[in-house]
Each structure stands twice: as structure tokens, then as C-alpha cells.
């Protein structure tokens, strides 16, 4: 990462200030400084797992698995949309044909548009989900040097920092870093 601009030493500045218009940084850190934090927790991080390629190998394995049940239900879900839409216009041909009563019709066209109504909110809701899951990187063995049954990271940019990092925390004595993986 680029730790200046313009020959100026780049700071991440914490949320708390000196001043009550928000001016005036309390508490700061190096943007080297934090990178190196970054790197020493997540190669820390790293000790801890037996087998990094096994590791992230899963965590891909559990996210097509998740990908693939939520498309499952989408399907499932446009199957029972399809047989209610099929259903009601049963009815409405039954009672064009006479079989049944205007009114029986209505019932039962009220019932299924209820149903429909429901298949429509869980079709929406699993289609959010999809796109959600979809988007979610797997950290890849692209970022990572693999040692013995370990892995390092290799380097850190800002688009590394943004897949591997939800916020991190400067307080006056100390940097937390919140990652966006089971750690």
C-alpha cells in the first residue's frame, strides 16, 4: 500500500474528537503502522489452522453448498407459483364453464392469491440471498504464500483490505481489527 500522499505519512483516525464540530483527531495510527498490525494478526491467525488450503477449500465448499440450496428453493418456489397461477385459472374455467359458483370461484382464487402473495415475498427474499452469496469472496490462495501446513499473506492493498477487513477499531492504546472471515 501507498503509505503518503504528496510526501505526507498517511493516519486512520478514530471516530472520537477533540472538538465538539468533529475536528481534531483524538487518537490516530500510521496507515504503515496499521498495515503491519494487519499483517501480524491475520500470519497469528494463520498459526492456529493445521491446513490453510483445507481451511479455505471448506469455507468454498460451504458457500456453493448455501448457494446451491438457496437456487434449490428458487426453484421449488417458481414451481409452486406456476401451480397456483394453474390452479386458479382451474377454477375460473370451472366456473366459466359452470362447474362452480361465482362465489366458490372467488373463494378459492382468494385463498391461492394469499398463497401467491407468500411465494412471491419467499422468492424475493431467497433471490436476495443468492445475489448476497454470489458477491461473498472466499479469501483465495491468490493473497496467501503457503508455508509448510500454514499460510502467509503476501502482501496488503486496498482491495485485499476491504475482502478481509469489516472495520478496525483505534483506540488510545489499542488497534482491534474485525475481520470479515471465522478467524
Known sequence: MVHSNKGK????CNT?????????CVTSVLDETLEGIIINEFNQIKENRLDAKKVLEEQ????NLKLYQYEERLREL??????????????YEAYR?????????LRNKEAYDLLQIK??????????????LRKLVTIGLEVLDLVDKGMQLKKLDRALVERLIERVVVGADEIE??????G
Open 60 to 63: 468454498e465448499a460451504e458457500k
Open 119 to 132: 411465494v412471491d415475498q419467499d422468492i424475493e427474499d431467497a433471490s436476495d440471498k443468492v445475489k448476497e
Open 97 to 105: 364453464d359452470g362447474s362452480i359458483s361465482q362465489e366458490e370461484y
Open 78 to 91: 417458481n414451481r409452486s407459483k406456476e401451480d397456483y397461477a394453474n390452479r386458479v385459472m382451474g377454477f
Open 177 to 182: 481489527v474485525e475481520w470479515k472471515f471465522k
Open 9 to 12: 505519512s498517511k493516519y486512520y
Open 16 to 24: 472520537r474528537y477533540l472538538n465538539e464540530d468533529n475536528t481534531g
